[in-house]
């Protein structure tokens, strides 16, 4: 039925999901829907009949998320399928931070052959000691699906813990432990942090948000964990707050040419969603997602385009239209259709960012002319027939 293609290898228990009928193929240019982890999309020449691209994550900065955009290329990310892992990581990397784990066992591998190492490592070990979390005060900026994890994790292990995020949902608001102290900006937790850990997206707001302002206004020997994006920090500015003590430990998951070389740096390989759990939990969620866009024309979880849901199509015919500007697309397309003499069984629509999205179940399944009375509506600029 539909030709789906897998950019990355996606878990077994994901594409078992997929309705019988569907074909994986390996050919990108036959794809009408693509399955995507990590691989960059952005040089690549998009097919013509693509539908759908399903990111089995939820970062999509490797994704032409605006190119798809203007062809109806619906784009889906996976938020909060793996939070738990990068919530167990950003854990693990604040006892890390905290006591030098890391280099006290380098020292025991370093010293392996020394007869006396029990008593060695008792004249040794005060070189890698450190200091408790418990009473410390945690800043988690952006509390999303893993932000609100960690936040709550840390209150339970005794931190004093503080939260920055404009944009809190109200989901997010509810699983929130309310003993977590709402921060107005991030200078309110730059000021008075002892651990600060980053959960935002990278977007142009965002981008080198971490830099030598934001570390002037912080504690001296504060520690900064990013488990989120790697450019969400400005790797000259860190080098230079390392070299003065003003932060005493960077921890990231996202290691590069020069964070990789730099002192007081703990950088682990991109571990944060790399769990058995994690991926299985992506990989039945991004397919999923796929089957009820291309099934139903449904759209849940989407990065560029506004969310639209009429159920399981029970009717003879779906239409699914996109629109661009301000226009009122979805009054349009009722007129449209009542026009031509279709009955609208149901109808619902969505804008968001400029782009319209519009579904209407209808009593008969519309002709060619039918769609391209639908295309030539004001602002409508792709028209889908299920």
């Not at 450019?231 to 080098?239: F, G």
Request: hydrophobic share 40%; charged share 25%.
């Amino acid at each position: 039925m539909y030709k789906v293609n897998c950019l990355n290898p996606i878990a077994k228990c994901g594409l078992e999901r997929l309705p019988e009928g569907y074909q994986i193929v390996e050919d990108f240019g036959e794809a009408q829907a693509v399955l995507v982890r990590s691989a960059s999309m952005h040089e690549l020449e998009l097919p013509g009949g693509l539908l759908a691209v399903a990111r089995a994550g939820a970062g999509v900065n490797n994704i032409p998320l605006d190119k798809c955009a203007d062809r109806g290329i619906v784009v889906f990310n996976t938020p909060g399928a793996n939070a738990n892992g990068v919530k167990e990581l950003t854990l693990a990397g604040l006892f890390l931070a905290a006591r030098d784990i890391v280099g006290g066992a380098e020292w025991v591998k370093a010293n392996k052959a020394d007869e006396n190492i029990g008593k060695t490592v008792e004249k040794a070990k005060k070189a890698f000691a450190g200091g408790e979390i418990a009473g410390k005060k945690l800043g988690v900026i952006g509390l999303g699906a893993i932000g609100v994890k960690v936040a709550n994790a840390a209150v339970s292990l005794g931190m004093e813990v503080y939260g920055y995020d404009p944009y809190l949902s109200a989901n997010a608001a509810w699983n929130l432990r309310s003993v977590v102290k709402h921060a107005q900006t991030p200078e309110e937790i730059y000021e008075i942090c002892d651990y600060i850990t980053v959960h935002v997206p990278l977007l142009d707001a965002t981008r080198g948000m971490l830099n030598k302002e934001a570390f002037g206004q912080m504690k001296d020997g504060v520690v900064i964990l990013n488990f989120a994006r790697d450019l969400l920090v400005n790797d000259d500015d860190m080098e230079q707050a390392l070299k003065s003590g003003k932060v005493r430990k960077y921890v990231t998951d996202f290691p590069n040419a020069k964070t990789a070389n730099m002192e007081g740096v703990l950088a682990i390989p991109h571990l944060g969603a790399s769990t058995e759990e994690s991926e299985d939990n992506c990989a039945v969620m991004a397919c999923d997602e796929l089957t009820d866009y291309l099934e139903n024309g449904n759209i849940r979880n989407s990065v560029n385009y506004p969310a639209c849901d009429l159920g399981v199509k029970k009717s003879v015919c779906r239409v699914a239209v996109f629109g661009k500007g301000g226009e009122n697309v979805l009054g349009q397309v009722s007129a449209a259709l009542s026009e031509l003499g279709v009955s609208i069984q149901a109808i619902a629509g969505n804008s968001k960012g400029g782009l319209s999205y519009t579904l209407a179940d209808v009593d008969k399944t519309l002709c060619d002319g039918c769609v391209e009375k639908l295309r030539q509506v004001d602002g409508v600029f792709q028209v889908r027939v299920m």
